[in-house]
């Protein structure tokens, strides 16, 4: 294992979200396709004369192309999740990448070697078309036109955006939670194109539970009345009440119940006792549930919730590929793979990890699996960066040096 | 431990819910008081001369007064939560009670020998006083003027319907879940009138992932429009869509993931493939939470929901009653404790459990612990019946024999 000189870490600085338009129409799963896709980036590190030294990061659900250092472009309220949403630097206009802690001179996606680029989700709300961009056909927003897209959909987007770049070959794609699907996908779908994989906190297909926990954040949106089947932009109502509950509901499943008792235990709002009230907050975690339903719904749009949660719920390598089998559908792939899991994660839990590495095994492709001992749950994937980032460095050793 | 023999096990038969009234009002723990309250009962046994058999049982959230036998009152949609909810007698007018399983002759609750009572607790919406009663005061319902109760309001309710039916002493006092918390709180609250208390998958106080999930559920009641702050009866709408996510959502923390897993897996309504859809369930656990949802909706009242839902979150034996020390908050209980916890119920963990046995034994109070090995979650307390019976017939042989 690499362990980077402390004072060799660094932070990318300055950084400003640009966006690119495909020259072309994108072809989806659904069938339909979209005429013009903008695809919101940002870029950290150089690339290579020969542009063989990049490195793909795909976001989570509630991510954006902002992955690391600080950003120019006007501030929201940040991406990350969980308790990482608050490690996130508070200053206006200086808000810090959802995974800054992973990438930079001297970190696990070292950008004194690596070309790391990082882009909005195709369905996103971040500078991505997705169904709050303009639909060219209407010249108004698409709303419930929108096609529900899949995760093959957006990695299909990330290879014709980096086409546009000139960028034929990935040194890694990497990514956490949907991030890490992403990354899976890129090695089915594009078997000659990607020398590495890693793979966070994610799965090849969400247990029955994670399916469970998507569809009721979705029923909790589709449900208020305010989302109007979709169509709510420029109505002066958008289904706020319904995205605070999946937010939610979200929140609950990217953290332990240990993590929980020990940061709010059973403490009361109310320092003397209880105060007999349904509407008002009354423990702690309540009112932190409140705080981060309300910050989401500032920042999130409810259409692009509900296509990125259906996307990670219909991801299934073994269904789209294998015909039921694990093994079959990664048979084809080349890139050399890294698995990380988290033991306190329940949402993408390590069996799921150990899956895919079975899987890998059994068809005699490499694999290095990484299960973590951490308590924060599927969180783990972007507040434990001191321990992922030695095992990420040296599973990169590998690739091209800069 | 005792095994009944099957030829004496048997079922009450045909059963009323039959209503008292109490002859004065109540008082609360939030300062209130009840003016008038109706409690709807039913009975299964016989009550002996002297009085001194009688068990009560507690129903946890969704429950009713009918715990047991076939009901000839009109039926609903039957009382029992998760996997258990599947269990009833569907014909009509034929409704099983919520723990048949467990309440008859020769069964654990043995009405050979036992006079069991059950009523409808506090707050409650199928025939004992609750939000969707007539408010005395103003003729109406009280929807949002009524209190919010405890889980020691709802004993304080039910040792004054036994004062009017002329029982001073319980034998026992049972139930799971919300259930046994009502158990403890008997224990606790008058010592020398209960002998023993049977708390099953239950707890001192929920912890706080626990208190999240019921934070949650409430939220998806109160943000939906048609809640319209608890005064909702009368108007034409009633707060179904957010009823029906909270529905969801306890339904999910009820059952274990690997139950989940076992019974549906990942398998899609359609025989073909995804159908890319956003508004139609596309995984049978969706569909099948779809469906609880709506057969939930029709039956319970919102408003009771809630109540019950913060009465069991504020429930905190070790803060009421020992300044934060449990062992001090049950220093003072006399009555024999029976616990019984589920290695797979993560919304009541063993632990809890664990900790209500440290605490009485540190206190020196005789306690029975079993911890059951079974695979459906939080729901084993209604399912895991064949387990409890010579469990609980073991520990209530010491009781008075009939």
Chains 1, 2 share one sequence.
């Not at 929108?146 to 794609?173: K, N, Q, S, Y």
């Not at 078997?191 to 247990?207: C, F, G, K, M």
């Not at 423990?283 to 500032?298: C, T």
């Not at 994660?345 to 079975?358: F, G, I, K, M, T």
Request: glycine share 10%.
């Amino acid at each position: 294992m690499v362990s980077p000189s402390t004072d060799s870490i660094g932070s990318v600085g300055s950084v400003e979200t640009r966006f690119l338009d495909l020259p072309g129409p994108l072809r989806l799963d659904c069938g339909d396709e979209l005429p013009a896709v903008r695809v919101a980036y940002e870029t950290y590190g150089t690339l290579s004369p020969e542009r063989d030294n990049v490195i793909l990061v795909c976001h989570a659900l509630s991510g954006d192309a902002h992955a690391a250092g600080h950003s120019i472009t006007p501030p929201d309220a940040g991406t990350r999740d969980g308790f990482a949403a608050e490690r996130r630097d508070g200053a206006a206009g200086k808000a810090l990448g959802w995974w800054d802690g992973m990438i930079g001179p001297g970190k696990a996606f070292d950008t004194d070697r690596f070309h790391v680029v990082s882009t909005n989700l195709l369905g996103g709300c971040k500078g991505t078309t997705g169904p709050s961009s303009i639909n060219p056909n209407t010249g108004r927003p698409y709303g419930a036109d929108f096609p529900v897209v899949t995760v093959a959909d957006m990695v299909r987007c990330e290879r014709a955006f980096l086409d546009a770049l000139g960028i034929d070959r990935l040194a890694a794609v990497a990514g956490g939670s949907l991030g890490g699907m992403q990354a899976l996908q890129w090695a089915v779908q594009y078997p000659d194109q990607v020398d590495a994989i890693v793979v966070i906190a994610s799965t090849h297909a969400l247990h029955p539970q994670g399916v469970a926990w998507n569809a009721i954040a979705r029923e909790a949106i589709m449900r208020d009345p305010a989302w109007q089947g979709g169509d709510y932009y420029g109505t002066g109502h958008a289904p706020e009440a319904g995205m605070g509950v999946a937010r939610m509901v979200g929140h609950i499943t990217y953290l332990s119940a240990s993590a929980l008792t020990e940061r709010f235990g059973r403490r009361l709002q109310s320092a003397d006792d209880i105060r007999y009230t349904l509407e008002q907050p009354e423990f702690e975690i309540e009112s932190y549930l409140d705080h981060q339903a309300a910050s989401f719904v500032r920042r999130f749009d409810a259409n692009t919730y509900l296509r990125l949660s259906r996307a990670l719920t219909y991801f299934d390598l073994a269904r789209a590929y294998g015909k039921g089998s694990l093994a079959d559908a990664l048979a084809g792939i080349s890139a050399r793979t890294l698995l990380i899991a988290f033991s306190s994660d329940w949402l993408y839990p390590p069996a799921a990890s150990e899956e895919v590495r079975a899987a890998l095994t059994a068809a005699g492709k490499p694999v290095e699996y990484h299960l973590i001992d951490a308590p924060y749950g599927h969180d783990c994937f972007l507040l434990e960066e001191a321990r992922q980032i030695p095992i990420v460095r040296s599973f990169l050793e590998e690739e091209r040096p800069a």
